[in-house]
């Protein structure tokens, strides 16, 4: 298998209920179109993402699947009500992405409100082949996802950490990935705020020749 470097239309972008400067121009906008080409090389079983906000991540995900005819199941984990870093907001946010799920991806994706931790249940171990962790920021907090959900994560599964190259405040994003990038197969993504993208438990064969020749494949998405 190939990879394709699609020129995806994503639908959410536009969408009168979202915020386009978020949608378009925000912290994760940059890796849409990595996230997009991810999941149509992938054709992973199921995608769980922790943190969600408007989703411009998880429905360049959806988009994916939608376009590629795909079987993957897609899940959203989030409480809606925001934290210290990304701000506390009000329950319209949540509406506003529930319209957007319902119109445009509903049959194969489904938001779960509530806490990552209160969640685990509803996901078997080694069930989840693309795991996005974009929740609270500090070390702590992201070494506690991480940890919390890696039974979760299939054999030869991948998980996605945003906010890498972020060392303002408290983010400590960046140390935990400097840990498991040094000990893991790996990709780092540096612009719009870094994307670490993690096999923990294998890599496929397919991304291999990818990580033979990853400096020239990473400037594809550099934009």
């Not at 959203?76 to 319209?92: E, F, K, M, N, R």
């Amino acid at each position: 298998m190939v990879w394709q470097f699609y020129n995806p239309s994503f639908a959410a972008a536009y969408a009168p209920e979202l915020s386009a400067a978020v949608m378009l121009a925000g912290p994760w906008s940059g890796h849409t179109r990595f996230a997009y080409d991810l999941v149509r090389f992938m054709q992973p079983a199921n995608i769980a993402e922790l943190g969600t906000f408007m989703g411009t991540s998880y429905f360049s995900m959806c988009q994916a699947v939608r376009d590629g005819g795909l079987s993957t199941r897609c899940y959203a984990v989030d409480t809606w009500q925001g934290d210290p870093h990304q701000g506390y907001y009000q329950d319209d946010v949540f509406q506003r992405v529930a319209t957007v799920n319902q119109r445009e991806y509903a049959p194969f994706s489904t938001l779960i409100r509530n806490t990552f931790d209160a969640a685990l249940p509803s996901f078997p171990d080694g069930s989840i082949s693309l795991l996005h962790i974009d929740g609270y920021h500090t070390y702590e907090a992201s070494l506690h996802d991480y940890t919390a959900w890696y039974p979760k994560v299939a054999h030869n599964g991948i998980v996605l950490f945003h906010d890498i190259a972020v060392r303002e405040k408290d983010f400590g994003v960046y140390r935990l990935w400097a840990e498991l990038s040094s000990a893991y197969p790996h990709l780092t993504f540096l612009h719009s705020n870094g994307l670490g993208v993690l096999f923990p438990k294998g890599c496929p064969q397919q991304f291999q020749p990818i990580l033979a020749n990853k400096e020239a494949f990473i400037r594809q998405y550099q934009y």
